[in-house]
């Protein structure tokens, strides 16, 4: 877990000082070991440290606690210090800190819960989501793949790391030719095969080709594919010759020049519909031109093989993946020469690796099965152990009144993606996903997920940020006299709405290096519903607006404050914070 003195440099001088104490009481020495009491009146930190030290000290914890006290010099932010339970050490912190507090929030705006590492703590992280088939379009589990994905990505360089955004374009291979195939016979106006995708979409498609490309389309190009190991491009056919499993009403080389049209068309529809959403990659990886024709597929081979991390049995190469924890060796290369999925999926690891020092993966739950054989593979390249990361998630049922959705209105079809996003809109959809743990099967239910109502999670969060809004035009078009920031008494902040209000403030950077390092969207999803909670509270308890000025200004820059941490929250999850609703 994050240690919140990194993050707090309050919490750091705090820290350092019962180290000081530590050493001058004799004791060994330890972190402090911050946490948030559980309740309120137990003070803004405790430390565990006394509980800790107990077996190693051979003492009991409150005894080590009494003796760090006595030992221990208070900086003045620190308003009192107590021992409590076990062994706590309780710490109330005065009134300064969350004034201090309010005018930090404000003069940072946007920058508040963004940390800044140093270079020698800032990661390359590259983070890998979504990568679905570019064969179809996007169903509306991609879409939670999507989110979370940005979200963490975003949470990342919160943090203070540089992340990369990446899509892996599976664009070479049997599925590839059989979709130009596919295209090629709608064309031709010609019946497909049980082998052949269907749907309303590829009609669509095939349409659109036709309308770019005219009669070019059906002529072969320069495009090469990799079906199944063999390369395909213009001339590289004999007469007569047949690619397995290829449909023969369909010359081979159109299927690949075709494949190639459409796979680059539905790429671009693909992107297109994860931009609506808000999500914008930094790179797209392209499987067939980035390993299989730049040469990095047989390269990856050549290294495992120099490794010698590989072995021949029956004619085929085998990566030794069993000994690093997979359920059994890979086939890398066939006996008949051509390359394994595995093998390509060896050299994008690979390839990843030489630009990033962390790899994280974003994977449905039917590939839980890839975990084992993925972090053999990395083992085998001399990858760090822990460098590589797989995140699993669950399913999305789809659903509408608490039946299940499968049919799209628009074309028959599965409902895709980019109809859910039209319906109930990006921030319902980001939010919803968001704030479940990707470990959990979500029920997405259209008729609940876009009601505006205060039952609702995100319209709950972005009310508040929006009521904020109106009070601050309010306060403006009354002519009241907020005074400048630096000038307001915040030392008037004493009500408990008012005080809670600014502890769930102050938690906030926490929250987010949290979120980061566990790659939990949840949790900052649900502190700004507590945030949210928190200022609904203090609305209703705590006029803003009243006759007493210092008050009346006290408590409108606490709102200002409150605004930005909201908008911090959303904006960090990628959701917008709406001035009016």
């Not at 790899?359 to 839980?368: C, F, P, R, S, V």
Request: with cysteine; proline share 4%; aromatic share 6%.
């Amino acid at each position: 877990m994050v240690a919140v003195e990194q993050i707090d440099p309050v919490l750091a001088d705090l820290g350092d000082r019962i180290r000081r104490a530590l050493a001058a009481a004799g004791l060994p020495d330890a972190e402090p070991g911050f946490e948030r009491p559980k309740q309120a009146d137990h003070g803004d930190w405790a430390s565990t440290v006394a509980l800790r030290l107990a077996k190693p000290a051979g003492r009991a914890p409150r005894d080590i606690a009494q003796a760090v006290l006595d030992a221990l010099e208070l900086p003045p932010v620190v308003e009192a210090a107590e021992i409590a339970g076990p062994g706590f050490l309780n710490f109330q912190f005065a009134p300064s800190y969350y004034a201090d507090l309010v005018r930090q929030v404000i003069r940072e705006g946007d920058d508040f819960a963004r940390r800044v590492r140093p270079d020698s703590e800032r990661e390359r992280i590259n983070v890998e989501f979504v990568s679905a088939n570019p064969t179809g379009p996007l169903h509306v589990g991609a879409g939670r793949w999507a989110a979370t994905g940005d979200a963490i990505a975003e949470l990342l360089a919160a943090d203070g790391h540089q992340v990369e955004r990446e899509y892996y374009v599976n664009d070479a291979g049997e599925q590839v030719r059989r979709f130009g195939e596919t295209v090629v016979l709608l064309v031709k106006g010609e019946p497909l095969t049980d082998v052949h995708y269907k749907g309303g979409y590829v009609r669509e498609l095939a349409q659109e080709l036709v309308a770019d490309h005219g009669d070019d389309l059906l002529v072969p190009g320069d495009e090469q594919l990799v079906a199944g190991g063999i390369e395909h491009g213009e001339g590289d056919l004999d007469d007569g010759e047949v690619v397995a499993g290829a449909d023969d009403r369909v010359d081979p080389a159109v299927a690949a020049h075709v494949g190639a049209l459409a796979v680059a068309a539905m790429r671009a529809h693909i992107e297109q519909t994860l931009h609506q959403l808000g999500v914008d990659y930094d790179t797209w990886f392209s499987e067939l031109h980035r390993l299989h024709l730049s040469g990095q597929l047989d390269a990856a081979v050549d290294e495992l093989r120099s490794r010698g991390h590989t072995y021949e049995a029956d004619g085929a190469l085998f990566l030794r993946t069993e000994q690093h924890g997979d359920d059994k060796d890979r086939v890398l290369v066939r006996s008949d020469g051509r390359p394994t999925y595995f093998a390509a999926d060896c050299a994008y690891l690979r390839d990843k690796w030489q630009r990033a020092d962390r790899l994280l993966y974003l994977l449905g739950a039917d590939h839980h099965g890839y975990v084992g054989r993925l972090k053999a593979a990395a083992a085998c390249l001399d990858i760090p152990a822990g460098r590589v990361e797989v995140r699993i998630g669950q399913l999305v049922n789809l659903m509408r009144d608490g039946e299940p959705v499968k049919m799209s209105k628009r074309s028959g079809d599965l409902i895709t993606l980019r109809e859910v996003v039209e319906e109930v809109g990006v921030d319902v959809i980001r939010y919803h996903f968001l704030r479940t743990s990707l470990d959990t099967m979500v029920d997405f239910d259209l008729s609940v997920v876009a009601e505006q109502s205060m039952e609702n999670p995100v319209y709950y969060v972005q009310y508040a940020h929006a009521r904020i809004a109106s009070l601050v035009r309010t306060a403006d078009e009354r002519g009241f006299d907020h005074g400048a920031i630096d000038d307001a008494d915040l030392l008037l902040l004493t009500h408990p709405a008012e005080l809670a209000l600014l502890k769930s403030m102050a938690a906030l950077p926490e929250t987010v290096a949290e979120a980061a390092e566990l790659r939990a969207t949840q949790r900052l999803a649900r502190y700004a519903e507590e945030l949210a909670g928190t200022f609904h509270r203090f609305y209703t308890e705590c006029r803003v607006l009243v006759d007493e000025v210092e008050v009346g200004q006290a408590r409108y820059w606490l709102a200002v404050a409150a605004k930005q941490t909201l908008k911090d929250a959303l904006s960090m999850l990628r959701v917008s914070a709406p001035e009016r609703m």
